[in-house]
């Protein structure tokens, strides 16, 4: 079963779309949201996930914050995500080219993820999907980024069409798992007719949708285009909170609401 | 000193312009040019770098192959490549935003590495590049790839502009360590003409260049333009070769018969 297939079912199962991003901040790392000097990061992110599995179908590790981290340490924190009946994203934002982007796939797919992040900078989307597919991993596509610097690279004409549509283009074909789409806020530069003209290129596409927590975007205008096919990430507003449980529960109900509306 | 004071010092010492790259595939993972099953990718690593350290001034880490190393393994392959006056680069391709970057430079300083590799996808150059000069790294940043694929990427549209020029302001803008440059061949679409436009805009900045080994790109038209900021890369023609040590003796030859000729 494919990874969009897999998120299907565990959205039926656990009723949620929620996806609880992981940044295990190292103490001394930044001055604050970071992890407790007392616990070593492995045992901090296990207890993180314990506290969200009732409410999440998945949980996305942000690869950067754990570089340090062993085979056997990824190992043992994906099969704790699986034990819970919810998926695993390795948020690598792959972006090399060729029998590199195979390596950072292969190594993913030893750890136990079910699925990567692909930032398509060097173009070699299809390639990347090919190797996902080999791999038996899901391959999730940078394609409408909400931070403001992305504006000009989205709107970046690759011959008579923007960057973002070329994108989407490229996932369409290659049939990767999903796409990331940041969610549109009064203060960023995603609209509704970008989401729109993506969601029309990508049927069957999953769509990873940072920026719903702390930074207030809505996740109205993306599930009304892909439904059960939106993977809603919070992260900060759950990991950091003194209540991880229950505010995974209260962003799962809230979601669920918009969900069922 | 930076890392553009670095290399400068580190080529006038070893009278090189040689990096050498590794890809440290295990087996099973590939078909051939992967490391022997009777080492450790750790130690396998240590004997590469030490065969190769006369010859070379530095040693690039393909990092999507060393995902599963810990941070006292990484420290330990930093401290070796130190020890034999070369200088490392973590070639991890970071492609993300905001803290999360900070959090992939982060680890890279943690581990010992003196640059990092830098994929502009999202747009927030100039923002890597502060974070990289707070942790005290040089920002390596990919500008013109030679992978096919990437010719639609480079001739995009921003504005007025093709997307390599953007970036390659970008970099001179936030004073960037260095940027990534494919060697040119008759294969592949890197000009001369977009390496001298480059290179104006960039009077200071170093130069990354990967292709020289078995992909048979031309070092000339870049040693032309950059000099001794030319940081040569071969890879799998020197790690995977029966002789690591003669071949780096030779790939360091033949560059510094271009480089004084």
């Known amino acids: 079963m494919g990874f969009q297939a897999q998120w299907l079912e565990t959205v039926r199962r656990k009723q949620s779309l929620l996806c609880v991003g992981i940044d295990a901040a190292e103490p001394g790392q930044r001055n604050e949201k970071a992890l407790p000097s007392d616990l070593s990061k492995v045992e901090w992110t296990l207890g993180i996930i314990d506290q969200v599995a009732p409410y999440a179908a998945a949980i996305k590790l942000n690869r950067n914050y ?25 948020d690598s934002k792959l972006a090399d080219i060729g029998e590199t982007n ?19 900078f060097p173009g070699n989307t299809l390639q990347a999907c090919a190797q996902a597919d080999k791999h038996a991993i899901g391959l999730i596509v940078l ?8 504006r000009l690279m989205k709107e970046a004409r690759i011959g008579e069409q923007p960057l973002y549509l070329h994108l989407a283009k490229q996932v369409a074909e290659g049939k ?42 809505e996740l109205g205008p993306i599930l009304a285009q892909f439904g059960d096919r939106t993977i809603a990430n919070v992260g900060r507003a759950i990991i950091y909170h003194q209540d991880p449980a229950g505010e995974a529960k209260a962003y799962r109900d809230r979601i669920q609401a918009l969900r069922i509306s």
């Open 102 to 120: 195979d390596a950072g796939i292969y190594h993913a797919k030893a750890e136990g993820f079910d699925a990567i992040t692909y930032a398509p």
């Open 176 to 217: 990767a798992a999903g796409i990331v789409i940041g969610a549109p806020s009064d203060s960023n530069h995603i609209t509704a007719h970008e989401i729109e003209e993506v969601a029309q290129l990508l049927p069957e596409s999953l769509v990873l949708v940072p920026g719903i927590g702390a930074q207030g975007g």
């Open 143 to 150: 394609v409408l980024m909400s931070n403001p610097e992305y």
């Open 66 to 90: 754990y570089k340090d981290i062993s085979r056997s340490e990824m190992q043992r924190i994906n099969a704790r995500i699986h034990a819970h009946d919810m998926l695993s994203i390795d």
